[in-house]
Every structure is written in structure tokens, then in C-alpha cells.
């Protein structure tokens, strides 16, 4: 059982590592064509986060670290779209975790496309069409893609974390 004070540590280790991995990932030239997408480097700590923290604690390092990045590196527009990207995201890992027999692969997936349809909800209401929606397939591919390199290299982690928690 972790005492609160070394959960408050972990929580401000992790938001750190997410800001770093989205500092990371914001350096390096992925262009598919579609605007937003990208590999997902900090969704490793949201993933790695939920399965050995308690889910209101993971969700403060997601808000924390959208909030931040957006502020540090993006701007109010990349607030809103990551904050409806994350916090769906999040929600459909957290029910996916619960249900027996959904690997930590799985849930990442399952997050990696959620956190884009988030995405897509925010720009149909702000463009006040469903024109966006024509990029749903290939969100969804983006998703299923990076979510399974995620959950892979999630699930290395929580093997090494395991040992240390």
C-alpha cells in the first residue's frame, strides 16, 4: 500500500515524464497528412500510470500535463482538442482495465483510438460540420497503431515498476 506522500511523488514524476515525452515527440517530423497525429510518447505514462496508481491519480497527471504542455508549447485550441482526446481516453481505459480479459495492449489501443475520436467531437463542433468525420478511418488506424506500440512498451514497464512499487 502506498502512503499518500509517495503517491503525490509518483504523480509528480509522471507528469514530468509525460511533459518531457510530449517535448520529445513534438520534436520529431511525423506528417501522414492529417493534422494531430502523432505517436502518442506521453500516453505511455497515462497507460503504465493506471496500472499501478489510483485511476483519480493518473487522471491529475493526464489534466496536469495537458494543461502544462498546452501551455508551455502549444496554446487554448491544443488545450481543448488533447483535454477531449485524454479525457476520453482515459475513461474508455479505465472500463477496458476492469473488464477480465482485456490485455494492457488492448486498453492502450482502445484509448489510442478514443483519444482521437475525442479529438475529431472537439473539431465537428468547432467547425460546425461532420466534414471532419471523413477522417475517421484513418484516426482510427493512427489509433489502433500507436495505442499497440504503446501498450507494448506500457507493458515492459509495468514489469520493471512492479518490482519497484
Known sequence: ???????????????????????????????????????GLSNLVVVSGLYFLPAGWVLLVLVLKVTLVSFLFGNVSMLIYSMAGGVLSFLV???????????????????GVSHNIGQLIVAVAVVQSVAPFSYLPVLIAAGAVSGTAIGAAAYRVRRVVGRMV
Open 93 to 111: 481505459m479505465l472500463l477496458l482495465k476492469r473488464i477480465k480479459g482485456v490485455s494492457m495492449i488492448g486498453v492502450s489501443m482502445a484509448g
Open 1 to 39: 500500500m502506498m502512503t499518500n506522500a509517495k503517491k503525490t511523488a509518483y504523480c509528480a514524476m509522471l507528469t514530468a515524464l509525460s511533459m518531457i515525452f510530449s517535448y520529445i515527440e513534438a520534436l520529431i517530423p511525423l506528417s501522414v497528412g492529417i493534422p494531430g497525429v502523432k505517436l
